[in-house]
């Protein structure tokens, strides 16, 4: 069985495993962002990912600004759209069960898609790469773009990580997490930092979206198709758990690659038997405990 | 607005409900500057809801609550402590996801005054030698002195603080005691829950009885030790 793989086969199906989880990684952060503080499973932030890529798109097709400039002003957009979805959606839901939060962002996540689907149509529209060319490390072919995406969803997750759990800011959220009215208490705009921490998250999504524009095609569905991926590697990270969404982003993104390589016709379900395992014998995630607010 | 006879914290006629449970049935005290004033009562009297209610923490609440002459009652919770209120509550609420030095360095300063972490640590001893260690790995004495200690970060001359001899050995409770004293003497104005009246009555200057919501007397530490008849009728003791 192993005697057919070549190590170009190998190293190309790490290297995609590598941008997939990138994407997961990035993705399931916000996501777990979101849930920790505000108890909001946001079904909506593949339909902001979504976003992401598709302002990123208009930005460069009807104002002639380009992936750079994308990359700043797409996040801030699609933000702003997710500081109006909380206020007039998730607010007034705050003290009802998870349930509502879910549906409502679920409704949220439709409403956007079908939205962009009327107006865009399902085929995927392209965008090229800022970064075209590569690198010829002898095994492989490295793509420049890809390369870029890899070290810069690095770079967000560890600076993102870093705010959290070691600046005041990050205190302050970890701490409204457990005990909000006792933060409040201490005279912190705690409304206002929920409103604030999901619309991070939802910058997030959609600075993700941007980086996935090049990679994928730029269609109403790459958001969907993605979700239930991303929730899966939420559930095994431990719900709400930054370190852990983050490394199982990359985890799952490898054991998707590798699975290409050795049994491809399990590669679509792997994510979700490793799901099915981590509730059974670690329902509170594979990294719980493993950080200061575990 | 305010002068020396003027309370600086007026409660008058204060109802409150947990969702459709009315918990305060109009009560009325009042706190002076520098003082220190207790509120007695049984379990389920009302006490700790009278705190959170001054805090803005019961959604539902009626009547005034004005302090330095300014109503308070539509306020929410972060704007009436950046006036300058802060709340220990009994439970003492130390962030289990926060170490001992990042739980005492949680509030912000709010008013001029506020101490900083090295002058809070050097106030509590114990605390610095803790300072690496998870909030809630700390002994129950340890736990209430960082609850204490912690608010005082704020600079706010008000405290509320909610049994902080709850559950602690007697002689927590004497540091306590002290730490509670030393607190007054430097100025701070504080309104303390406590149901053990022997301490009460070691650290205070008037108390304030409350049964089922409302408040039913008003006593002096003279008139306590004259009458603990009476105080331990209403207590059920």
């Known amino acids: ?294 | 607005m305010t002068n020396d006879t003027a309370p600086l914290l007026s409660v008058q006629n204060l109802c409150a409900w947990y969702a459709e449970s009315q918990a305060l049935h109009g009560m009325t005290f009042d706190l002076r500057q520098g003082e220190l004033l207790t509120l007695i009562g049984r379990n389920g009297a009302g006490k700790t809801t009278t705190l959170r209610s001054i805090m803005g923490m019961l959604r539902k609440r009626q009547g005034s609550i004005r302090f330095k002459g300014e109503e308070l009652i539509a306020r929410k919770t972060y704007e009436i402590a950046r006036r300058g209120i802060a709340y220990c509550p009994e439970e003492r609420a130390i962030f289990a996801s926060l170490s001992v030095k990042e739980n005492l360095s949680l509030p912000p300063v709010l008013q001029p005054g506020g101490m900083s972490d090295e002058a809070l640590l050097d106030a509590f001893p114990n605390l610095r030698r803790r300072a690496g260690s998870m909030g809630t790995k700390l002994s129950g004495g340890e736990q209430q002195m960082l609850a204490i200690a912690r608010i005082l970060r704020t600079g706010s001359r008000v405290l509320l603080l909610d049994e902080p001899s709850e559950g602690l050995a007697p002689v927590v409770v004497k540091e306590i005691g002290a730490l509670i004293r030393r607190l007054k003497e430097q100025g701070f104005t504080i309104l303390l829950v406590e149901q053990n009246l022997r301490f009460a009555r070691s650290v205070a200057d008037r108390h304030v009885v409350v049964e089922n919501g409302r408040v039913v007397d008003v006593l002096t530490s003279a008139q306590l030790d004259a009458d603990m008849a009476r105080v331990q009728t209403y207590l059920g003791v």
């Open chain 1, 1 to 294: 069985m192993f005697d057919n793989i070549s190590i170009q086969l190998l190293a190309g199906q790490l290297l995609i495993g590598l941008i997939n989880g990138s994407f997961y990684a990035m993705l399931s952060m916000g996501l777990a962002i979101i849930f920790g503080l505000m108890n909001v499973v946001n079904f909506a932030h593949g339909a902001q990912y979504m976003l992401g890529a598709f302002v990123a798109w208009l930005l460069l097709n009807f104002l002639g600004i380009n992936y750079w400039g994308a990359l700043v002003l797409a996040p801030i957009v699609v933000a702003l759209f997710g500081l109006v979805t909380e206020k007039l959606v998730l607010k007034p839901l705050q003290n009802l069960d998870h349930l509502y939060g879910l549906l409502a962002t679920y409704s949220v996540a439709l409403i956007v898609e079908g939205l962009v689907r009327q107006q865009y149509g399902s085929t995927g529209l392209p965008y090229p790469s800022p970064l075209p060319g590569g690198v010829n490390l002898g095994f492989m072919f490295m793509p420049w773009y890809r390369l870029w995406v890899v070290v810069f969803s690095l770079v967000t997750c560890l600076g993102t990580w870093l705010l959290i759990e070691h600046t005041r800011l990050g205190s302050y959220l970890r701490a409204a997490n457990e005990r909000p009215q006792m933060v409040e208490a201490f005279g912190i705009n705690v409304p206002r930092m929920v409103t604030l921490t999901y619309g991070f998250g939802v910058g997030l999504a959609a600075l993700s979206g941007v980086m996935a524009a090049p990679v994928y095609q730029v269609s109403p569905s790459m958001g969907s198709s993605v979700m239930i991926v991303i929730f899966a590697v939420v559930v095994i990270g431990g719900m709400g758990s930054i370190i852990g969404a983050v490394l199982t982003g990359y985890l799952l993104g490898f054991l998707e690659g590798l699975t290409k390589v050795f049994y491809p016709e399990a590669a679509n379900m792997v994510v979700f038997v490793v799901m099915i395992f981590a509730l059974i014998f670690r329902p509170n995630g594979l990294f719980a405990g493993s950080e200061k607010s575990r």
